[in-house]
């Protein structure tokens, strides 16, 4: 069994591709600009006697994911789960929102996982696409990141979209996170740490390793598809 999970250099992409590992997969580690971040995840992978892949694709780039397909064909011969991680956000002042980074964000988060699963489900004979998406395309908004909301949104349009598109030859589901411990994240004010964590049931933000447990899980769970999961501790606007 292969999985492709994209921006897996760092954070939830990097501890899925470990759990994957862990659980006996085929590995293919993706990313665009943290090459040493992607081959410590390689070489941490590899400690789980699974083959291992690394590739350098920018998802919002037609061309690369179409090289990056072939180059897993050519490796693997398919792929069996393709987990659509990678994203990024550009968090400003609504004032200082620029048009070249609105679309940056939506070049990235929603048309790069069209793109990945356009290609990469030309690969897969049978399986299962996890998108990951966030509360902040459900309903927890913040002006800040109005464009990164959208893009995550969208996200979940597609998934359902997807959904019916590959039927019943690949499941597609979404998965919701809420805040979680990135390295990001560790970087915000702790004032505002404290405001968001008090929203929280459970009363902190997850470890990217339980986001990946729930991605697994998911994916692994064979009458679930077309289904937007919240995994975000009870959080609540």
Do not use: Q
Not at 71 to 84: M, P, S
Not at 102 to 127: A, P, Q
Not at 184 to 205: A, C, P, V, Y
Not at 212 to 227: L, M, R, V
């Amino acid at each position: 069994m292969v999985v492709l999970v994209t921006g897996s250099s760092k954070g939830i992409g990097k501890e899925t591709i470990l759990k994957y590992a862990k659980e006996g997969y085929d590995v293919v580690i993706n990313y665009n600009n943290s090459l040493e971040d992607a081959l410590k995840v390689e070489e941490e992978a590899k400690k789980y006697n699974v083959n291992t892949l690394v590739v350098k694709c920018d998802i919002s780039n037609e061309e690369e994911v179409k090289v990056m397909t072939d180059e897993i064909k050519n490796r693997f011969g398919k792929v069996d789960i393709l987990v659509n991680n990678a994203g990024i956000a550009i968090d400003t002042t609504f004032e200082d929102k620029t048009v070249d980074n609105f679309r940056r964000i939506l070049d990235v988060n929603l048309i790069g996982t069209f793109l990945v699963s356009k290609y990469i489900s030309k690969i897969m004979d049978e399986g299962v696409i996890i998108n990951i998406s966030s509360t902040n395309g459900i309903d927890t908004t913040y002006p800040e990141s109005l464009d990164y909301d959208a893009s995550k949104a969208g996200v979940i349009s597609l998934t359902h979209n997807l959904a019916t598109e590959f039927a019943p030859k690949i499941r597609v589901n979404a998965i919701c996170p809420g805040w979680v411990n990135t390295e990001m994240n560790k970087e915000l004010d702790e004032e505002f740490i404290n405001k968001e964590t008090s929203k929280i049931k459970l009363g902190r933000f997850a470890d990217p390793k339980e986001i990946a447990d729930a991605i697994f899980k998911i994916s692994t769970c064979t009458y679930i598809n077309d289904s937007i999961i919240r995994v975000d501790g009870g959080e609540h606007a």
